[in-house]
Every structure is written in structure tokens, then in C-alpha cells.
């Protein structure tokens, strides 16, 4: 049980250029998450599903796309890279989206994304 | 407006000692409260959870507590150890199922 599994760890791209970020979990979660987190500032939601063909908005969509075509992946896309995208991004899971007691949010290990 | 608000945003401390991290919250309405760590390169991990009628919940040497009335949580470390250096993160959930990140106390345990 490998839990959330990120790749790749670290990535430097250009300005523009193009990329996705792999998520997956081996957990049978329906809810995944992309967050990103800055320094100085909490970790924000940027996308979400709640299950195979269904995703929605966070708080910080801008610039990213998702897309949910099986319970265990969850891929982030970069369509054109800026600077203002250099963040360490993480993607979540959980059985439900509710975060209730009973439901825990397990995170995937991060990829460090550097934009030039 | 909901807002999570962590102090020490940094602390240092000697090996064996105790700490104390707080949180403050403004969150309403409140449905539960959780203190992640994160070590340095790795996603966050639970540590504890406490809802509206819990004061104080433990998980080893790592005991938070919480004032539902003030709205202010606090996770206490007993007898630090090297491998407690990371951040810890304080994350409230309301009740319609929107969670709020604090932006976390980074603590380093010296020897």
C-alpha cells in the first residue's frame, strides 16, 4: 500500500512551456485534491474531484487544468508555465470529500516546481 | 472572514525541553480541528483531531487542546526529540466542509 504517490519530486521548466504533475493513490479514495503551498502561506486548494469524471474549482484554479478518468489518478496540467506557478505542490485523498472526524486527508510526498 | 492564525510563526529549542504552539481561529461555523506535521520535502501528516466537544486529545509525547469558546487551540510537545524539528500545521474545517490552513509553526529541536 503505497499510499499517495507523487512524481516527479523536483522540475524546473521555462516560461510557457508545459507540463504534468502525476497523482495517484492506491487507497480506493473517491476525493483528491491539488494544493500548492508558498512561503508565508497556508496551503491553498487548486482543484478537486469527488470521484471518476467529476472535478471542480478550488480556490486557486488560474492556470491549471485537472482532469479525473480513473478513482486512482489525478493529474495536474500546466498549459503555459509563468514564474508566478514556482511552488511545492501537493495532492491529497480521502475516502469523502467531508472531512469529518472519521475521514482522514492523507498527502502525497510534493514536486517541487521551479518556473524561469 | 474565516482566518487560521499560528504563533510562533518560528521557534528553537533544546533537545528534552517542552514547547508549546498555538492557534487561533476564526472559522464559523466550526466542525473540527487538526494539527498536521510536515517534515522538511514530505507532505503533511495527521497528528490529531479534536470536534466541538473535545478540550484535549493526545497522540504520544504531541497533546493538543482546544477552547471552542475562545477559538483557540494549542499543541504541546513534551520532551522534544531531534526528529520533532518540522512544521506544524493547524487546519479548521467548518461545518459546510471548507477547511482553512494555518501557514504553520516551524519548529527546530537542537541538541
Known amino acids: 500500500n503505497a499510499g499517495v504517490t507523487q512524481t516527479p519530486k523536483f522540475q524546473v521548466l521555462k516560461t510557457g512551456q508545459s507540463m504534468t504533475l502525476q497523482c495517484a493513490q492506491d487507497?480506493?479514495?473517491?476525493?483528491m485534491s491539488w494544493y500548492r503551498q508558498d512561503p508565508g502561506m497556508g496551503l491553498r486548494l487548486i482543484h478537486y474531484s469527488v470521484g471518476a469524471g467529476i472535478t471542480d474549482q478550488g480556490e486557486v484554479p488560474n492556470g491549471y487544468n485537472v482532469s479525473r478518468s480513473t478513482t486512482e489518478d489525478f493529474p495536474l496540467r500546466l498549459l503555459s508555465a509563468a514564474p508566478s506557478q514556482t511552488s511545492v505542490y501537493f495532492c491529497?485523498?480521502?475516502?469523502?470529500?467531508?472531512?469529518?472526524?472519521?475521514?482522514?486527508?492523507?498527502f502525497g510526498p510534493g514536486t517541487r516546481l521551479t518556473v524561469l | 472572514k474565516n482566518q487560521v492564525e499560528q504563533s510562533p510563526q518560528s521557534l528553537i529549542i533544546l533537545e528534552g525541553k517542552n514547547c508549546t504552539l498555538q492557534?487561533?481561529?476564526?472559522?464559523?461555523?466550526?466542525?473540527?480541528l487538526r494539527w498536521y506535521k510536515q517534515d522538511t520535502g514530505r507532505g503533511p501528516v495527521s497528528l490529531t483531531i479534536m470536534t466541538f466537544s473535545e478540550n484535549t486529545k493526545s497522540n504520544g509525547r504531541y497533546t493538543a487542546t482546544l477552547d471552542a469558546d475562545t477559538k483557540q487551540s494549542s499543541l504541546h510537545i513534551t520532551a522534544s526529540q531531534l526528529s520533532d524539528s518540522a512544521s506544524y500545521i493547524c487546519v479548521v474545517t467548518s461545518t459546510g466542509n471548507q477547511f482553512y490552513f494555518g501557514t504553520g509553526t516551524s519548529l527546530t529541536v537542537i541538541p
Open positions: 491529497a485523498s480521502s475516502s469523502t470529500k467531508y472531512l469529518a472526524v472519521y475521514n482522514e486527508q492523507f
Open positions: 492557534c487561533n481561529y476564526t472559522v464559523s461555523p466550526f466542525s473540527n
Open positions: 487507497m480506493n479514495h473517491e476525493y
